[in-house]
C-alpha cells in the first residue's frame, strides 16, 4: 500500500523521525483498566517531498480521540493570559463589537471566547468532545458539540451566519483530513473576515528537539511554507505572521479571502518564508537530520536516570502532558525510574498515564514524598511550574528538563 500525503496526494516516502509504538497520549488509564490490553500504534512521522507537510498517518479516528477528551485549557494560568491577551489585541485591531460574530474551532471549554461574551461580541465555539463542550456550555459560553469541516461550515452560512473573525487554536494540526478542514474555514469566512490559527512551529521542533510533540492526535507539523500552499489550494492567502513563545515556539497565522485585495500581505509573511527556506525547510537532508538529536536526547535523559536511581535518589515527575506520554514511551520510563507524576487537572489525578502505567496524583503529592528531582514533562512551561513548587528547594531538590538538551537546576 502506498502511503500518501494528506494534503497533496504525493507518494510518502521519506521518514522524518520513528519513535516506535506508543498508545494514544490523552488515553490516560483507570485502575480497573491497568491489567486491560492497552492498544499501541506507531509513532512514525513522515515528511512530504512534493509539500513539506510532516504527518502522521490516521491509525484512531478523531471520534475516538476526543469524544471523551482529558485536556481541559483552563488549567494552565499563561495560557490563558495568552487566550485574553489575543482577544484583546484581535478586538481591537478588526474593529470587533457587538455587530461582529466571532467562531472559535476546538474551543474547549470556553476559556478563551469567555472574553469575547465579556466585551458583548457575539460568538460561538466548535467542540467535537462532548464532556469538554458540556462546561463551556454551562459557562455561558454557545458551543456546539460537532466536528468541523465543510459540512458544519455550510449549515452554518444556511443559517446566515458567517464569521468576521474566524480563530482555532492548536486544531490545525488536529485535523487528518486538512482539505475539508480548510474548505470549512473559506465557507465560513464573512467577505472581509480573517482567520487566525495558531499551531507549534515545524522549526521550532526541529531546532529545539521537540520531538516529543509528535503524538497521534498531532496529525500533522506545520511551517509556514506548508500552511500557504494548503491555503492556496483552498483560495485563502496569508496576510500576516507572529511567532509566538507558547508551546515552544509557535506561529499564528492570520488568512482571509484570496481575493480579498483589501489587506496586502505585509513584509512578515516573505520574512518568514525566506527564514524558513534558510533553515532548509525546503530541503529533505534538513528532515532526514533530525533522527540523530533524538536519540541523544533520550541517551542523556536515560543516564541521568540511571545514575539518579544507582545513587538511591527519588525521581518524580510533573505535569501529566501529552508530550510527557511520547517521551515516557519513547524511552521506555516507568516506575522503575519515576515514582509518579503530579498534575493540577483533576481530570487526571487517580489516573495511571498511558503505556508506562505511573499512577497520577495531584501537585501536593511532592510536598508529601520530598523527591530530590522533579521532572518536567511539559518543558515549555518549566518557569510557571518552577515557580509553583519552589518549596523543593527547602529539602535540596532539583528541577531536571529533557528537552531541548538535559538540564538540571
Known amino acids: 500500500m502506498t502511503r500518501c500525503c494528506r494534503f497533496c496526494k504525493a507518494p510518502l516516502e521519506t521518514t522524518f523521525v520513528d519513535l516506535g509504538m506508543s498508545p494514544l497520549s490523552n488515553a490516560f488509564l483507570k485502575a480497573s483498566q491497568l491489567s ?161 490559527l495558531e499551531f507549534p512551529h515545524l522549526l521550532q521542533l526541529i531546532r529545539n528537539s521537540q520531538f516529543d510533540t509528535i503524538y497521534h492526535e498531532h496529525f500533522s507539523y506545520l511551517s509556514l511554507l506548508a500552511v500557504e500552499k494548503i491555503f492556496a489550494a483552498h483560495g485563502l492567502m496569508v496576510f500576516d505572521v507572529e511567532e509566538l513563545p507558547t508551546h515552544g515556539g509557535s506561529l499564528r497565522v492570520y488568512g482571509q479571502h484570496a481575493e480579498n485585495a483589501a489587506r496586502p500581505a505585509l513584509p512578515s509573511v516573505a520574512a518568514l518564508r525566506e527564514a524558513e527556506r534558510s533553515a532548509g525547510l525546503a530541503r529533505l537532508e534538513t528532515y532526514t537530520a533530525f533522527k540523530g538529536q533524538v536519540e541523544k536526547i533520550k541517551r542523556d535523559l536515560l543516564s541521568f536516570l540511571i545514575q539518579a536511581k544507582a545513587a538511591g535518589r527519588s525521581v518524580a515527575a510533573y505535569g501529566a502532558a501529552a508530550k510527557g506520554n511520547t517521551l515516557l514511551n519513547f524511552c521506555g520510563i516507568r516506575q522503575d525510574f519515576v515514582d509518579y507524576i503530579v498534575d493540577k487537572n483533576p481530570h487526571k489525578q487517580g489516573l495511571a498515564a498511558p503505556g508506562t502505567h505511573i499512577p497520577v496524583f495531584g501537585p501536593e503529592k511532592i510536598l508529601e514524598t520530598k523527591p530530590d528531582f522533579v521532572l518536567i514533562l511539559p518543558w515549555n512551561l518549566k518557569e510557571e511550574i518552577a515557580g509553583q513548587i519552589a518549596e523543593i528547594r527547602q529539602w535540596g531538590g532539583n528541577f531536571v528538563v529533557p528537552i531541548p538538551s538535559l538540564q538540571v537546576f
Not at 46 to 63: I, K
Not at 98 to 127: H, M, T
Open 36 to 196: 486491560n490490553m492497552e492498544r499501541f500504534y506507531p509513532l512514525h512521522a513522515f515528511v512530504c517531498g512534493a509539500c513539506f507537510l510532516v504527518q502522521l498517518e490516521e491509525f484512531e479516528s478523531p471520534d475516538h480521540i476526543f469524544s471523551d477528551y482529558v485536556y481541559f485549557s483552563s488549567y494552565s494560568e499563561s495560557w490563558l493570559k495568552h487566550a485574553a491577551r489575543y482577544c484583546g489585541q484581535m478586538a481591537e485591531r478588526f474593529g470587533l463589537g457587538g455587530s461582529s460574530f466571532v467562531v472559535e474551532v476546538a474551543s474547549n471549554d470556553g476559556y478563551l471566547l469567555k472574553n469575547f461574551v465579556q466585551r458583548g461580541v457575539p460568538c460561538l465555539g466548535i467542540e467535537p468532545a462532548e464532556n469538554v463542550a458540556k462546561v463551556a456550555i454551562e459557562n455561558g459560553i454557545p458551543t456546539r458539540s460537532v466536528f468541523f469541516g465543510r459540512e458544519t461550515a455550510l449549515k452554518l452560512k444556511a443559517e446566515g451566519r458567517s464569521a468576521d473573525l474566524l480563530l482555532g487554536n492548536n486544531v490545525y494540526a488536529h485535523v487528518p483530513d486538512i482539505n475539508d478542514f480548510t474548505a470549512g474555514l473559506k465557507a465560513l469566512l464573512a467577505p472581509q473576515g480573517v482567520i487566525t
